[in-house]
């Protein structure tokens, strides 16, 4: 504000003066060379003095400030580019993690599927143990039975022949001789079912 008006102060003065001697001539005084000394005087302290003030008060702050942007500007690139980095170290940290953590998936799941093919696997043996007992179990009680059938068909058939004709003809007969036909009947039947 002070400099405004000091700048202004010397523009009038200067204004007064040319006019001062523009009323004494009754013409232009710049072009008359009586008064190009005193012209060039009052241009040279004018710009001197323009000179000083901006080299001294204008100059150096607007170069302050452009030192001030410049540092702030370049401190400004160095921290954008800090956390440029940063961010690129963090990203590749948060990949090396997705890896590990795919990697652990991977193995857990492969280990669980080992663990439960192999239980699978032993639950089938034992149900093919238990299959087979089960099924020589059977195959014994069925030769069991099949060893133990014709002597209670031979002796059913007896005591059922021995009923028969003892309610037919109402005499007992010998449990010997009925056991003899019996057993001849049960001979010829025995070798046309089992080839024998």
């Known amino acids: 504000m002070i400099k405004k008006i000091f700048f202004q102060t010397i523009f009038l003065s200067f204004l007064f003066l040319i006019e001062a001697f523009a009323a004494e001539s009754g013409g232009m005084p710049q072009l008359n060379p009586e008064f190009w000394v005193s012209q060039i005087f009052w241009l040279t302290i004018t710009f001197g003095i323009l000179y000083i003030v901006l080299s001294k008060l204008i100059l150096p702050k607007i170069s302050n400030n452009l030192e001030i942007r410049k540092s702030q500007i370049l401190e400004n690139i160095e921290t954008a580019d800090k956390q440029r980095k940063e961010s690129e170290e963090k990203i590749k940290e948060y990949n090396k993690i997705i890896q590990d953590n795919k ?14 093919l192999k239980d699978i696997n032993k639950k089938k043996e034992n149900l093919d143990n238990d299959l087979s007992e089960e099924i020589k179990k059977a195959e014994l009680e069925i030769q069991n039975l099949k060893n133990k059938s014709p002597e209670k068909i031979t002796k059913i058939a007896i005591e059922t022949s021995n009923d ?13 001789s009925i056991s003899a036909i019996v057993e001849d009947l049960s001979k010829r039947k025995k070798s046309e079912y089992y080839g024998n």
Request: net charge positive.
């Open 103 to 116: 990697i652990k998936a991977k193995n857990y799941y492969n280990q669980v599927r080992e663990k439960i």
């Open 164 to 176: 028969l004709i003892k309610q037919l003809i109402g005499v007992e007969v010998n449990n010997s």
